[in-house]
């Protein structure tokens, strides 16, 4: 029973312009949730989060949205270089929960000239 | 760099043999976690730890266990491994004031 969905297997946006990558969850108890991006061979490094206190966290160019009645967040990056091109989980905890998070399977972002 | 490292980094295995990963961290973080990840599935979790000798399961832990008898490390252990489990397995630490986690560079297993 997968309780955060990343629906999207893959995206591609052209460099400059801004990629949207989605992620919806299904347990209400979830109260944090963060965005990862993971290269080939490497592990995954945190890029950002957000409580469930807030609709919007930003830093730099990454904007997560949160909307909880939709049990839904998002990941804008803006504008898109192609460093970016990555493989990008969202991971949802609750925080009473010793810090066990679920991810999502991932989407694979590739940024074009 | 949260001073993670995972050993072995590539491992090679055949069914039915035990298999052990290490992760070690150097900075005594109190939460340390094991996931595995396969195409399709993202990270799934496999077992955690919130102190020396305090571990508990994941969702994914049928056929490992773990233990932890010092801070530093978190041993996996595959008892006898199976083509299933065949993956690329995370070591990942969370400081404990905050909600964020933090992974070594993975181990990738194969078991032939």
């Known amino acids: 029973d997968q309780q955060v969905k990343q629906n999207s297997p893959s995206l591609s946006v052209q460099e400059g312009r801004i990629s949207i990558l989605n992620c919806d969850y299904t347990?209400?108890?979830?109260?944090?949730f963060l965005w990862y991006k993971k290269y080939p061979a490497e592990g995954p490094t945190f890029l950002i989060s957000?409580?469930?206190?807030?609709d919007k966290n930003e830093d730099g160019r990454f904007t997560v949205f949160l909307n909880k009645s939709a049990k839904h967040l998002s990941l804008h990056i803006v504008p898109s270089q192609p460093g970016d091109s990555a493989v990008y989980f969202c991971?949802?905890?609750?925080?009473?929960?010793?810090?066990?998070?679920?991810f999502g399977a991932g989407t694979q972002v590739v940024v074009t000239p | 760099d949260a001073g993670i490292t995972q050993s072995p980094r590539h491992k090679v295995t055949e069914t039915g043999t035990p298999v052990t990963l290490r992760c070690h961290q150097t900075?005594?973080?109190?939460?340390m976690y094991w996931y595995r990840q396969d195409p399709g599935h993202g990270l799934r979790l496999i077992h955690y730890?919130?102190?020396?000798?305090?571990?508990d399961k994941g969702e994914v832990s049928d056929g490992y266990s773990v233990s932890r008898s010092k801070t530093e490390d978190f041993l996996l252990t595959l008892e006898s491994a199976t083509s299933s489990q065949t993956s690329v397995y995370f070591c990942?630490?969370?400081?404990?004031?905050?909600?964020?986690?933090?992974f070594g560079p993975g181990t990738r297993l194969t078991v032939t």
């Open positions: 991971a949802a905890t609750s925080t009473d929960s010793w810090g066990k998070f679920q």
């Open positions: 730890s919130y102190g020396v000798k305090d571990t």
């Open positions: 990942a630490i969370r400081p404990g004031e905050i909600y964020e986690q933090y």
């Open positions: 900075e005594n973080h109190r939460y």
């Open positions: 347990n209400s108890m979830f109260d944090y």
């Open positions: 957000i409580s469930s206190i807030k």
